[in-house]
């Protein structure tokens, strides 16, 4: 047995020994490998390109030098299809006994099939590597996707308003500049990547345990007192008057029908219809009262008695408005578990609104998408009806459908997230004219959202240029029918001072919208793309108008702030004052448009202060977040450009020295003042009675209107040379022509062009 397993060994080691020549050749091709297989330690097969090469689409290159490289501490691992390429190697390796063509037919049939592979990969490796990693170019494609949206380092979450973005993205482009001794003395830090939401009444937020905290048995207000029920009355009345017409969400002479029609009675709440009613009206009480608390004095008296802004106060207090939402909360969501109907679709649309109003961007986006499941889930979108239906059902359905759409789109882009509802069907009609449901803001908040659709797109592509050419069209349009519809009010002014926070809505979307739009532009000044890309001239650059929409941004705000209105929280107004601040550091740090920036950057940190030193009931948690950002911004700025200043003063020096030089003027035949008396050449004027010279400054060239001067007494006239005969247009007086034959002939006078002039 021994002796067999012997004899075994040795027939294996000669047969090991006596491996065919193509076989020796074969290793040591396979041993020639470009730089990225041996970095990765696979298999190559010694082509230029390889087949690993081609699959990766890099470029394959090889070391011409015998020594190995070594692995770099950072090179990526080997690839997980690693096992894969090393089995797929070409046809003339594995069978080298094949013919030519042979090895030919068989290499095209793996490529096609490699090929195929590849495309099917495309998509699945565009969508991991996206904004993963600032260094790597995204591929050039006919939708490439945008550097400038990224996605979050630490969550789950892509960020597609570009406000939320560019302070981190120009922090760190500020910070690059700078060396680490100045950042560490002056504490830089980089703004991070804005998270959250925006909104204007963070002094208290909801706690998940005080919506389940003994509130199903609380009684919230006592319908049966005078006090309570007048209270409650202003309340719903404060709400459809000032808060409820920009998205219409409650139908408002139904919801007062419901009202008086004896659902608050004590003791008759038994049925789900009433339980439902009773909790779209604490819904909207939620609302009144958090509004409530951001009115002035002088408006607080004017709505309400003493004896009922007492009775909200003690409300607040209590925290009733928190156990009021928790309350109707627990009630929608059970009901929803259970039914589908227009009731909870508004339901919800509530309690999203209430949600952005006070809370965190998840918890709206979550109320808002149980508002969109529903319409979606009921088909309101077909605009078909059964035919059992009452026509105030095709009513209610048309309302909710485009209630859910318009809060959507703009609450959607608001946070930096893609929209959930798509159009209807092509049959379904548009808001466009206001009726008993739906108001004049509505209608502007519809069309507002129309054009957010064309803003975003699904993969996060940047527009190109007629798409952003197009959508700018759109805007124009809309701010033109809005401001004629402000000068047929005849009460309106133009910083809108004396209108409703409600009727301002519209047009601070519009600027959000606006100023979102332009902004793009920003990123290719603080941190250009370092590879090859169109992104940079995908959209069209329009400085002024993003000034001119700033400063519009600006009026408006002082205006709000100047009735004491700030705090109503209406989500925009904290956020459209960031955006400026953002911009005006941004653009004067790039040495644009500086003086007006200046001036609208003075106005908004005027305005920061006098928010800063406000005491309002419930003041924004994130306005110390915006002002530091803002001034961080800022201290980089000034530390980067006295590093410049202080370079360019001991490299190029502070002094421009003698400025004769630029002094100097010409004429087409010579120097002004040179071998002739100054006063002999005149420069061209209207006014001049009989020039006697033409003094051409316009790179050698004259303007027809600086050439015909004609007075009252006599026309000059010119006389021009035969084109055939190489000829210049000769500007003397008739009567004084130049001669070639004289020796200082016109084109001994042309030959200074070609000369350096010596003083």
Not at 241 to 265: C, D, R, S, T, V
Not at 732 to 749: C, H, I, K, M, Y
């Amino acid at each position: 047995m021994n002796r067999n397993m012997i004899h075994s060994h040795e027939t294996h080691r000669n047969a090991m020994d006596n491996t065919s020549p193509e076989r020796k050749k074969q290793r040591i091709r396979v041993q020639r490998a470009c730089n990225i297989c041996k970095r990765r330690k696979v298999k190559c097969d010694g082509n230029k390109p390889c087949l690993n090469c081609i699959k990766k689409e890099i470029d394959c290159e090889y070391n011409n030098s015998s020594n190995t490289t070594k692995k770099e501490p950072n090179d990526p691992p080997a690839d997980i299809d690693a096992a894969e390429s090393s089995t797929m190697s070409p046809p003339n390796l594995l069978h080298p006994q094949l013919n030519k063509e042979q090895s030919e037919d068989n290499m095209a049939v793996l490529l096609l099939d490699l090929a195929k592979k590849l495309k099917q990969k495309k998509n699945i490796k565009d969508t991991t590597s996206l904004g993963n990693d600032d260094t790597i170019p995204p591929r050039v494609t006919k939708d490439t996707n945008s550097p400038w949206q990224s996605f979050s380092y630490d969550k789950y979450r892509f960020h597609r308003r570009y406000q939320n973005v560019l302070p981190n993205k120009f922090g760190k482009s500020l910070l690059s500049a700078l060396p680490p001794q100045l950042i560490q003395e002056n504490n830089l830090e980089t703004p991070r990547i804005q998270n959250y939401a925006w909104n204007m009444s963070g002094g208290h937020y909801l706690k998940f345990e005080q919506m389940h905290e003994n509130n199903s048995s609380l009684l919230f207000f006592n319908f049966d007192n005078p006090l309570h029920l007048s209270t409650v009355t202003k309340l719903l009345t404060f709400y459809f008057k000032q808060i409820n017409k920009p998205y219409g969400i409650i139908h408002e002479e139904m919801f007062w029908n419901q009202f008086n029609n004896g659902f608050l009675q004590q003791g008759k709440q038994n049925n789900k219809s009433a339980k439902l009613f009773t909790s779209m009206l604490y819904l909207v009480l939620t609302i009144s009262i958090r509004f409530y608390e951001g009115l002035p004095a002088s408006s607080l008296d004017q709505l309400f008695t003493p004896q009922e802004q007492e009775l909200v106060h003690r409300q607040r207090i209590l925290r009733n408005e928190e156990y009021m939402f928790g309350h109707a909360y627990s009630i929608v969501s059970k009901l929803t578990f259970e039914w589908e109907s227009f009731e909870l679709i508004q339901s919800w649309l509530l309690i999203a609104f209430y949600l952005r109003t006070c809370y965190r961007q998840i918890s709206c986006w979550n109320a808002l998408s149980r508002a969109i499941n529903m319409c979606n889930g009921m088909s309101l979108y077909l605009n078909r009806f059964p035919e059992v239906h009452s026509t105030y059902d095709e009513v209610k359905a048309w309302h909710c459908f485009w209630s859910c759409f318009i809060m959507d789109k703009l609450i959607s882009f608001q946070l930096g997230r893609l929209y959930q509802l798509s159009m209807p069907v092509t049959n379904m009609n548009q808001p466009t004219n206001p009726d008993t449901w739906f108001h004049d803001e509505t209608i502007q908040l519809f069309q507002l959202s129309k054009i957010v659709m064309d803003f975003q797109k699904k993969e996060a592509q940047e527009l190109d240029i007629q798409e952003s050419l197009q959508l700018r069209g759109e805007m124009d349009k809309w701010l033109d029918n809005f401001m004629k519809s402000q000068e047929d009010n005849s009460s309106s002014s133009l910083l809108f001072t004396n209108q409703p926070l409600y009727q301002l809505q519209p047009f601070l979307s519009y600027l959000d919208i606006r100023v979102t739009f332009e902004l793009r532009y920003l990123f290719c000044l603080i941190n250009p793309p370092s590879y090859t890309s169109p992104l940079s001239y995908t959209f069209p650059i329009d400085i002024p108008s993003l000034i001119k929409h700033c400063q519009l941004s600006l009026d408006l705000l002082t205006g709000i702030n100047s009735k004491d209105f700030f705090f109503v929280p209406w989500w925009l107004n904290l956020s459209q004052l960031f955006s400026i601040g953002l911009v005006s550091v941004v653009l004067i740090h790039a040495g644009i448009e500086t003086v007006a920036m200046t001036t609208i950057l003075d106005k908004s940190m005027k305005l920061w202060q006098s928010l800063e030193t406000a005491s309002p009931k419930n003041p924004p948690v994130m306005l110390p977040q915006c002002l530091w950002c803002i001034r961080m911004l800022n201290q980089m700025c000034c530390i980067r450009l006295s590093l410049s200043q202080s370079k360019f003063a001991s490299i190029v020096g502070e002094h421009g020295g003698d400025n004769s030089h630029n002094k100097n003027k010409f004429s087409q035949f010579g120097k002004v003042g040179e071998n002739e008396d100054e006063t002999d050449i005149v420069e061209p004027s209207l006014t001049s009675q009989k020039p006697t010279g033409y003094n051409l400054e316009n790179n050698g060239s004259a303007r027809l209107s600086d050439i015909l001067i004609k007075d009252n007494e006599e026309t000059l006239s010119y006389t021009t040379r035969d084109s055939s005969e190489n000829i210049v247009s000769s500007l003397t007086p008739v009567g004084e022509q130049l001669s070639l034959d004289d020796d200082d002939d016109l084109f001994a006078n042309l030959q200074w062009f070609d000369q350096d002039f010596v003083l």
